[in-house]
Each structure stands twice: as C-alpha cells, then as structure tokens.
Nanobody, 122 residues
Framework: QVQLVESGGGLVQAGGSLRLSCAASGRTFSNYAMAWFRQAPGKERETVAI????????YYADFVKGRFTISRDGANNTVLLQMNSLKPEDTAVYYC???????????????WGQGTQVTVSS
C-alpha cells in the first residue's frame, strides 16, 4: 500500500522557517516526480515545487523561488521542502504527491498525502 505522510507544518511568524517532510512508502519511487502542492481556503491547489526522485532536475513556482528548496533523502525515502522567509500568503495546507508523468497539473499525480497545515502570522 502506497503511503505519503507529510509532517513539519505549524504556526510561524513572517520571516521564519519551516521544513516539511514527506515520508514515502509502499513502492519504489525511483521513476517518479515528487511534488509539493498547496491549497489555501477558497483557492485552487497550486504547484509549489517538483523534483525527480532519481535526478537533480527541479522546478519552483515563481512565488517561492529563492525562498524554498526541495530535496530528497533517498536513504530515508523522504522528500523535503525547506521554507525560508515565510510570508502570510504562504499560509495553506501543503500536500506531497507522486507522479510518473510529473508536471504542474495536479490531476497527473497518482498518490497524495493527507496534507499538513502551514500558518504564517504577520
């Protein structure tokens, strides 16, 4: 059974940092793209960052470039999202997802975690 389990969310002041983790299990993800999406209340789900599990290619949305870093820890089957210089507009539920196809379209992602809440206070 495939599972993606996020952790690391919480409440932080503007300018602060959080590190999200996504523990992946249940299959081999070596051919998968791993992504972080987020969804704020009343808004559509949006792509934050993507990384190929077996490569170094990565993608960042413009609104997080220079502030967020996506990486993977192969030894622990974990995908990380380091978030620095957080802003109130980063407040959302953050989801980890996996897809063979990859890309920006959430509908192309086969597996999803349950989400973790990130709240940034001003």
């Amino acid at each position: 059974q495939v599972q993606l389990v996020e952790s690391g969310g919480g409440l932080v002041q503007a300018g602060g940092s959080l590190r999200l983790s996504c523990a992946a299990s249940g299959r081999t993800f070596s051919n998968y793209a791993m992504a972080w999406f987020r969804q704020a209340p009343g808004k559509e789900r949006e792509t934050v960052a993507i990384i190929r599990w077996n490569g170094h290619n990565s993608y960042y949305a413009d609104f997080v470039k220079g502030r967020f870093t996506i990486s993977r820890d192969g030894a622990n089957n974990t995908v990380l999202l380091q978030m620095n210089s957080l802003k109130p507009e980063d407040t959302a539920v953050y989801y980890c997802a996996a897809s063979i196809a990859g890309g920006l379209d959430p509908s192309k992602y086969d597996y999803w975690g349950q989400g973790t809440q990130v709240t940034v206070s001003s």
